[in-house]
């Protein structure tokens, strides 16, 4: 065989060779390619603690300086509403006179679970707590609660007229309406267990030791 023909033969190899080299490294890279990537596990937060209400008996073991610094909640939805009827009488030009009748309205709404702190205690009413939930200079905008001992838990303090539960708030005194039942008092009640416990092993006394 000639020379030149081998030469050329062993180009024709490369080139094959070369070729498919290319093919396998082009299919590496689409195979490469469409491996999906899988995403970082998204942060999921604990579930927060749940509100139970604040029980008569925990008051009792709560020091007043602790009570202090208790987030407190508003079990369920509340509403203070007070109207009036207004009256205005006027004269036109014409001598007619003009009566206008109407309602003044006042609403104050407190949602569930809407966060309070406390505002004092009146020890001298069977340990009243008067809660805050908003922020305001006036001392006397406050919400009594009074604990019941049968339901073991602080719940809404009212007073009645003429079939009509009131509670005053600030200077003035309001209609109450609520959902479900008489609102009460919540709180976040974490327990943790703190046991301590010692072991000591007695080893004996013998006879020999006398």
Do not use: H, W
């Not at 509100?51 to 203070?80: C, E, G, H, M, W």
């Amino acid at each position: 065989m000639k020379k030149t023909s081998i030469i050329v033969i062993l180009v024709l190899l490369f080139i094959a060779g070369t070729n498919t080299g290319a093919r396998g490294l082009k299919q590496a890279l689409n195979q490469s390619a469409s491996v999906a990537v899988e995403p970082a596990p998204e942060f999921v937060p604990p579930p927060p603690l749940p509100k139970t209400p604040f029980t008569v008996s925990l008051r009792r073991i709560l020091p007043d300086d602790q009570l202090n610094r208790v987030q407190f909640y508003l079990s369920n939805a509340l509403t203070l509403t007070k109207e009036e009827n207004k009256l205005n009488i006027k004269v036109d030009s014409d001598g007619k006179i003009i009566r206008t009748d109407g309602l003044d309205s006042n609403q104050i709404k407190i949602p569930m679970e809407t966060p309070g702190r406390l505002g004092q205690i009146n020890t001298d009413e069977y340990d009243v707590l008067a809660i805050c939930f908003e922020d305001s200079n006036v001392n006397n905008n406050v919400i009594y609660f009074q604990p019941n001992p049968e339901k073991d838990r602080y719940e809404l303090l009212f007073f009645s007229r003429d079939g009509i539960k009131l509670i005053r708030y600030g200077d003035t005194d309001y209609e109450i309406s609520y959902s479900r039942e008489l609102p009460y008092l919540l709180v976040v009640n974490e327990q943790q267990i703190d046991d301590s416990i010692k072991t000591r092993t007695v080893t004996g006394r013998s006879q020999k030791e006398y």
